[in-house]
């Protein structure tokens, strides 16, 4: 993995890109922001959740059924989170009717984490493949065995 300081410079630029690019889906910057950051939160925390605890424990064991459950669960009771908290920045700082159907947004939201959680997993992969050819990549002190 990269260094905990890279780490942070692309979530920051994965917040930057997502506020600029979500503006105009918000009725004011405030809420925008903090959607994005409850959005952003909750993906980071399933992309760590599956590089750091479920693919040592069940994809590296082969154990792939328990591996696809605990990541598929994790993510859909993240986004249940994220959802709730969303509505509730929506209830609190707009009109609620504003909101949107649930089921809709829970499928959107769904859909962003799936996309980074698999975008996390291919730049790990793509890193550590780098790295084991001698390829140039900035130090990070990548963990032995992640995504074997």
Same mark, same amino acid.
Not at 90 to 102: H, K, L, N, Q, V
Not at 104 to 129: K, L, P, S, T, Y
């Given at each position: 993995?990269?260094?905990?300081?890279? @780490?942070?410079?692309?979530?920051?630029?994965?917040?930057?890109?997502?506020?600029?690019?979500?503006?105009?889906?918000?009725?004011?910057?405030?809420?925008?922001?903090?959607?994005?950051?409850?959005?952003?939160?909750?993906?980071?925390?399933?992309?760590?959740?599956?590089?750091?605890?479920?693919?040592?424990?069940?994809?590296? @064991?082969?154990?792939?059924?328990?591996?696809?459950?605990?990541?598929?669960?994790?993510?859909?009771?993240?986004?249940?989170?994220?959802?709730?908290?969303?509505?509730?920045?929506?209830?609190?700082?707009?009109?609620?009717?504003?909101?949107?159907?649930?089921? %809709?947004?829970?499928?959107?939201?769904?859909?962003?984490?799936?996309?980074?959680?698999?975008a996390?997993?291919?730049?790990?992969?793509?890193?550590?493949?780098?790295? %084991?050819?001698?390829?140039?990549v900035?130090p990070?002190?990548? %963990? %032995?065995?992640?995504?074997?």
């Amino acid at each position: 993995m990269l260094s905990k300081r890279n @780490q942070i410079i692309i979530w920051i630029c994965l917040f930057i890109f997502w506020v600029a690019f979500s503006r105009n889906y918000h009725p004011a910057l405030f809420i925008d922001v903090v959607v994005t950051l409850i959005l952003l939160s909750g993906y980071a925390f399933v992309v760590y959740v599956n590089i750091l605890a479920l693919i040592p424990r069940f994809w590296r @064991q082969k154990r792939l059924l328990k591996y696809w459950l605990a990541l598929l669960s994790s993510m859909l009771l993240t986004t249940l989170v994220i959802l709730a908290l969303v509505r509730l920045v929506y209830s609190s700082f707009s009109d609620p009717a504003r909101i949107g159907d649930y089921w %809709e947004h829970f499928a959107i939201d769904f859909f962003g984490m799936a996309v980074h959680v698999f975008a996390a997993v291919c730049f790990v992969r793509i890193i550590r493949f780098l790295r %084991e050819r001698k390829i140039k990549v900035p130090p990070g002190g990548e %963990e %032995e065995g992640v995504l074997q």
